[in-house]
């Protein structure tokens, strides 16, 4: 499917969080929100003290998850403190799912910050909002693609095993 070519216009400015939140919000009684992002964590990561993010978080603990597969192999050649051979396999390709969006029954936003407090609040990211219901089905296909595949997988089997 192509994508739809659209004119933007650079009149309305938010920062890359609100984006997510209006695009969150947007969602209608009874629709859906679908969000992809490579990292999610209620809290900060790289700052030295915590900062917990529980508004955003809290929501999205209730959704799925989709799965790469291979991650779990993926590791350390040496043990660090022992130097010996860990047996963990090196990949021949990327094992990330890469992308950051979120996308409502009406709206999308296209975004760079992954969804960790560390980004909406210590990094310049940017994002694309849009109404434009050609590119909102686009975007709702992409994530439905991955959403129904094998590998999208219940939380609670994560957690139970």
């Known amino acids: ?77 040496l043990n660090a403190t022992t130097g010996k051979p860990t047996g963990a396999k090196f990949r021949d390709s990327t094992r990330v799912n890469h992308a950051k969006y979120v996308v409502s029954d009406v709206r999308a936003n296209i975004g760079t910050s992954n969804l960790l407090w560390d980004y909406f609040y210590n990094t310049a990211g940017v994002s694309f909002g849009t109404y434009d219901p050609s590119i909102v089905k686009q975007l709702q296909a992409v994530f439905e693609s991955d959403w129904n595949s094998p590998y999208a997988v219940p939380l609670t089997s994560t957690f139970n095993a």
């Open 1 to 77: 499917m192509p994508l739809t070519c659209v004119q933007i216009e650079y009149h309305d400015y938010q920062t890359d969080e609100q984006g997510w939140v209006v695009t969150i919000l947007s969602v209608p009684v009874n629709g859906t929100v679908r969000i992809n992002t490579m990292d999610w964590l209620g809290q900060s990561e790289y700052t030295n003290t915590i900062v917990f993010w529980p508004a955003l978080s809290s929501a999205i603990a209730k959704v799925k998850f989709y799965e790469v597969r291979g991650w779990q192999s993926v590791g350390p050649a």
